[in-house]
């Protein structure tokens, strides 16, 4: 059985890890925060002080790090895992972070023998905690089948989709596209349809069960209606770094998307003036405008 690490114990991470651990891999984890690393310990892992150490004697470590610059710290800094993984060994880095950070992380990570799977992924807090993740790997692909395992400990929806680092950034940026696009347009449904008189419930019963229904329209629109808008996993924060990095790479292979740029600036908004809570939270900007509440009657 394959020795393990993971870098970053948040909410995504912490769920990875205990999967890991639950499905018998000798796990060690390493977090900034220390009552993360406690939290680790207690559920059975080995905590560490260093991405190094995290490196060291690990068969693959997975990153789950917030953004690019984090990843290449903890990859090539004074303690970083180059200086203690083995040639051979897989840096699995699960964080979105965006192609070019991608593509110098794999360059860097070969020239010291290192193997790297790009391996964006989508589910939420949700899929973290349950081991349901969807994953966008890319690597080679004998690398990726020999991973299989532990991919397996984490997510029910493993794709290998393509053989160069950054290919899993591109399909999760993609993916991220199109999630704004929907996000947008239940917050402006959901507000249009109290706003004309009709039960917010009536219009998730409809259209949950028509051609226009979504994973994401179910999962948001019960949320809504009961107002909670913190802590349910799914941080505006994260979204908007999420649709920086779709529109900076349309902006870099040439594309015109101009219904995400208009999601883009939603969540913007949204995390501007709600910075601490979730996606759902843009609904209540509309609802100002509007002067209605979408809640349960």
């Known amino acids: 059985m394959k020795n393990v690490g993971i870098i970053g114990l948040g909410n995504m991470g912490m769920g990875m890890a205990k999967n890991l651990i639950k499905k018998g891999f000798p796990t060690k984890g390493y977090d900034i925060f220390a009552p993360k690393l406690d939290e680790f310990a207690q559920a059975g892992g080995t905590a560490c002080h260093s991405p190094a150490e995290v490196g060291k004697g690990s068969d693959v470590v997975f990153v789950m790090v ?74 080679k692909k004998a690398v990726y089948d020999d991973c299989a395992d532990v991919m397996a400990a984490i997510a029910t929806n493993p ?47 409809v259209i949950s069960t028509s051609v226009a229904g979504s994973k994401l329209f179910d999962i948001c629109v019960p949320l809504i209606m009961d107002r909670k808008f913190k802590n349910t996993g799914s941080s505006l924060a994260v979204m908007s770094k999420d649709l920086n990095i779709t529109m900076d790479l349309a902006r870099e292979v040439g594309c015109a998307m101009p219904t995400v740029a208009i999601a883009r600036e939603m969540v913007q ?3 501007v003036r709600y910075p601490d809570e979730d996606n759902w939270a843009v609904t209540k900007i509309l609802e100002e405008i509007a002067q209605t509440e979408v809640k349960r009657r």
């Open 269 to 271: 908004a949204g995390f």
């Open 159 to 205: 794709n290998h989709v393509g053989e160069e680092p950054g290919q899993g950034q591109v399909v999760k940026a993609c993916m991220q596209a199109l999630v704004g696009a929907q996000y947008t347009a239940i917050f402006e449904l959901m507000v249009m349809g109290c706003k004309a008189g009709v039960d917010p419930q009536v219009l998730q019963n």
């Open 66 to 139: 917030l953004n690019g610059q984090q990843a290449l710290d903890v990859a090539f800094g004074e303690d970083g895992l180059v200086n203690t993984m083995a040639p051979g060994s897989v840096f699995f880095l699960t964080s979105t972070i965006g192609l070019g950070y991608a593509q110098k992380l794999g360059k860097g990570l070969a020239e010291k023998g290192i193997e790297m799977i790009d391996c964006a992924v989508s589910g939420g807090l949700p899929g973290a905690q349950n081991g349901t993740l969807t994953l966008m790997a890319s690597g």
